[in-house]
């Protein structure tokens, strides 16, 4: 390293430390390995984090968010490290959970086995060898860590299969529960259930009745209890309900009185989202019939109603409003009124969107707008939602109107527009619902459907168009990620969309680019221009176009923009449009007569026409991207159009880099071998 100049090495120097943060991981593992070969005679600090060289690559060694790409590294880091610490509290809470999600959820069989015998053997002794108190070291009321713990219990039962039999819930365990013990029976339930241990889950599980009385205590508790232990209760209940899910309802007098106290708590003012959630796919379960839920449903929302303020429901009508208005103010709605009656709407409002998920009635027993009860709960809770002032509500309601939209084609030809008019003028949150919605409906009912009802057949491709220029990143990404879905999926063909998303894909970025984007994206290209023949040939229809739009953008770069280099998109337009990647030729092994092997030559005579006016970087790019392209297979006339663009370049325009020009005069050898090829096959 010592014939390097010094300036030239602390430009590698800084630029390398540069890498070893890039996003991608092939680089940082190409930084790191340069990186290793200068550590040896470097001492020197960097002034921007003041770490040598060797201290960044500790760094790099303790950060770098990729997985160890040898599997047995992974495994051993769980046998020996993990296993072996005295306490594994001392891990932070998020570097545990991180730990356990990681090696509960990695790809290789051996090790989460090493994780699963980790928990089974070590950490559990470091509680005592009792369950419960692991739990509790683990957490589990923290967020997110309830999921993570399920698995941890599962690897374990799963690791440690001697122990199934000795768990025991008796009338005293469920009387005394806490949040780990709660969390213990749900989950051991659970894991019985899956694994077919019908024998044994039948010791465990309590009759119906028992478990319904249970609930109802802890729920009484929940209401009793102060606001600082109240999060405690919470859980109980949550882990409760979730049992319920496990019982067996054939004791209709158990059935029954889990029916009414579910009724019973879903009246009540005071019930957390969670728990409507849960309850709601109970009473799915409980309920006799599809038709019976939804009955059941509508009743619920309709006793809700009652609750709310008689002057505020009177104000719904124009004709009662112009009444009230000469009343004294003392019978108006006051603003604590107005505060209780929007929770109890949001309330009637949650529990209608959690029975349309959870109900097949609508698309399976007849048309949503031919049920009176469903109609009637369109017409009086969801659109007076939507129309409501309050930004909650008409998000709410906006929800409600689009399940109802998916379980109705009518109903959904009639609200496109209203969805469309909400992702052109609503909020960024509304925006976001209605766009949601928009999606599900064209994924639902196709574009054709969709749009019948519309003045402009076009007015849904502007907004998405409108969408993927969006400032909001989330609306950007959501939309990118909705046009190839419906892309992928054949709903939607449109050559405009699949320009602008090329188009997203490489656009200059100041700082960070839309992750969520680039994401989506990476996986598209690929998966739609190699799914089929049609595919292919839309991507190769917009490819100049779009090439072109790149490097006008490079030619316009702003100092502090970057953007990744024309060529190097060149490349990976032109490897989306090579037919010898269409995963059918990949399937059959042969090249059959419907798919067209010509296409990269009309690529080719486009590009070489817009490269001999060009200058610049702009025509070093289109000459590149020509040397790319699968020429083989293209037919005559188009190489010879290759070929006499070739010679009027090399004449009227010639080419100044070397490497590029000796490239031409072996891809003009090549197209003249192929012209000549095809004359001896057609006799000519």
């Not at 106290?261 to 969670?274: A, K, P, Y």
């Not at 949601?436 to 459907?449: C, H, R, V």
Request: proline residues 3%; negative net charge; glycine residues 2%.
């Amino acid at each position: 390293m010592g014939e390097i100049d010094e300036d030239l090495y602390q430009d590698l120097k800084a630029a390398l430390f540069e890498r070893i943060k890039d996003r991608e991981a092939q680089v940082r593992i190409q930084a790191v390995t340069a990186l290793c070969r200068l550590q040896g005679a470097d001492i020197d600090i960097d002034p921007a984090d003041g770490k040598t060289i060797l201290q960044k690559l500790m760094w790099i060694l303790q950060h770098d968010s990729s997985a160890d790409l040898d599997p047995i590294n992974r495994r051993v880091v769980y046998l020996k490290p993990l296993s072996e610490i005295r306490d594994f509290r001392l891990l932070t809470s998020e570097q545990r959970n991180n730990v356990l999600k990681w090696g509960l959820n990695d790809r290789d069989p051996l090790v989460r086995k090493a994780v699963a015998k980790m928990l089974s053997t070590k950490w559990i002794q470091q509680a005592n060898n009792n369950l419960i108190e692991f739990l509790e070291r683990l957490e589990i009321m923290n967020p997110g860590i309830a999921d993570i713990a399920e698995s941890v219990l599962n690897a374990f039962f799963t690791e440690r299969m001697d122990i199934i039999n000795e768990i025991t819930f008796d009338a005293e365990f469920w009387k005394h529960l806490t949040p780990e013990s709660a969390f213990l029976a749900k989950v051991f339930i659970k894991f019985l259930q899956a694994n077919n241990m019908d024998e044994r889950l039948d010791e465990v599980l309590p009759e119906v009745i028992t478990h319904a009385a249970n609930l109802s205590y802890y729920t009484d508790m929940y209401h009793a209890t102060s606001l600082e232990d109240k999060p405690e209760y919470e859980f109980i209940i949550s882990q409760l309900l979730e049992t319920c899910m496990s019982l067996d309802y054939a004791d209709e007098v158990g059935r029954r009185k889990v029916f009414e106290l579910l009724r019973s708590i879903m009246v009540s003012n005071e019930v957390i989202d969670d728990h409507l959630t849960r309850i709601v796919r109970l009473f799915r379960v409980v309920s006799s019939d599809e038709r019976d839920f939804t009955r059941t449903m509508i009743e619920i929302i309709s006793d809700i109603q009652e609750q709310l303020n008689p002057f505020d429901v009177l104000d719904e009508s124009p004709l009662k409003k112009s009444r009230l208005d000469s009343e004294p103010s003392s019978q108006r709605s006051t603003p604590l009124a107005e505060s209780n009656d929007t929770h109890i709407r949001l309330k009637c409002l949650a529990i209608c969107k959690n029975m349309l998920e959870n109900s097949q009635e609508v698309c399976v027993i007849m048309s949503f707008t031919k049920n009176s009860n469903l109609y009637g709960l369109l017409n009086d809770l969801i659109v007076p939602a939507v129309q409501n002032p309050d930004t909650q509500l008409r998000e709410v309601g906006l929800h409600c109107l689009g399940l109802c939209c998916t379980l109705d084609r009518e109903l959904a030809q009639h609200n496109t527009a209203l969805f469309i008019h909400c992702i052109k003028c609503g909020h960024d949150e509304l925006k976001i619902k209605a766009l949601m919605i928009l999606f599900d409906l064209l994924m639902t009912y196709g574009f054709q459907a969709v749009t019948e009802h519309l003045n402009n057949a076009d007015e849904i491709k502007e907004v998405l168009e409108y969408c993927l220029d969006d400032n909001n990143d989330e609306v950007q990404a959501l939309a990118a990620e909705g046009i190839a879905k419906l892309m992928l999926t054949k709903r939607l063909n449109d050559e405009n969309l699949l320009r602008l998303l090329v188009l997203l894909y490489f656009l200059p970025t100041i700082d960070q680019p839309n992750i969520k984007v680039q994401q989506c994206l990476s996986y598209f290209f690929p998966a739609y221009s190699f799914s089929s023949p049609e595919n292919q040939k839309t991507m190769a229809n917009i490819t100049i176009s779009a090439l072109t739009e790149v490097c006008n953008m490079h030619e316009d770069l702003k100092p502090y923009e970057t953007m990744i280099n024309p060529i190097q998109i060149s490349d990976m337009l032109a490897d989306w449009v090579d037919p010898r990647k269409l995963a059918k030729l990949h399937i059959e092994n042969l090249y059959d007569n419907e798919t067209d092997m010509s296409t990269p030559g009309e690529l080719a005579v486009d590009a070489l026409e817009i490269a001999f006016k060009a200058t610049g970087h702009k025509r070093k790019t289109l000459l590149h991207f020509v040397l790319k392209l699968y020429l083989d297979k293209a037919k005559k006339e188009e190489l010879q159009k290759i070929r006499n663009i070739i010679e009027k370049i090399n004449t009227e325009q010639p080419i100044k880099e070397a490497m590029t020009r000796n490239a031409y005069v072996k891809l003009l050898k090549k197209v003249n071998e192929l012209i000549e090829e095809d004359n001896e096959i057609n006799g000519n």
